[in-house]
């Protein structure tokens, strides 16, 4: 669950709320198997979850949290029209009106692509092969150069 990870850090990074005031979870976990061979290895399935934040006495600006957010997601998801993924939503409770404190709930869905790398001493099964659950980082060359000896 990168995407709650990530947010979850990038929040508590912009110090909105001390981290006791930070709370975030999935919910609404579940798996759209896929089945396809990739240059990252068999794509299994996409993980699609829900992703709650929580900030408790928040005595910010929404608009400053909100902007936090977008540029976030544009960032580290841009490729979240692909999956019909719904806008953020953010619920908003006014505490006190004489101290501005509120109690704000982000709600996020994400989708991750799973993979499996084929591996002989594998516990997953598919495809006549044994395989294993590996976090995939693509590293993809920008530039390159071919040299031919003997020639």
């Known amino acids: 669950m990168n995407g709650l ?27 759209h198997l896929v089945w396809a061979e990739t240059e990252r290895g068999l794509h299994m399935g996409n993980m699609r979850y829900r ?12 608009g400053r949290l909100m902007a936090l957010v977008g540029s976030w997601l544009e960032t580290h998801d841009p490729d979240r029209h692909r999956h019909d993924l719904p806008a953020p939503a953010f619920a908003i409770e006014p505490l006190d009106l004489g101290n501005d404190l509120f109690d704000v709930e982000l709600i996020l869905d994400f989708v991750e692509p799973q993979y499996l790398a084929e ?10 092969s044994t395989w ?4 995939f980082d693509l590293w993809l060359a920008e530039r390159g150069e071919v040299v031919r000896r003997g020639q």
């Open 5 to 31: 990870k990530g947010l979850t850090a990038y929040l508590l990074e912009r110090e909105l709320v001390p981290q006791e005031q930070l709370e975030s979870y999935s919910e609404q976990v579940d798996l």
């Open 51 to 62: 992703a709650v934040f929580n900030l408790e006495r928040f005595n910010g600006h929404p």
């Open 119 to 128: 591996d002989d001493n594998g516990e997953i099964q598919a495809f006549g």
């Open 132 to 135: 294993s659950f590996v976090p």
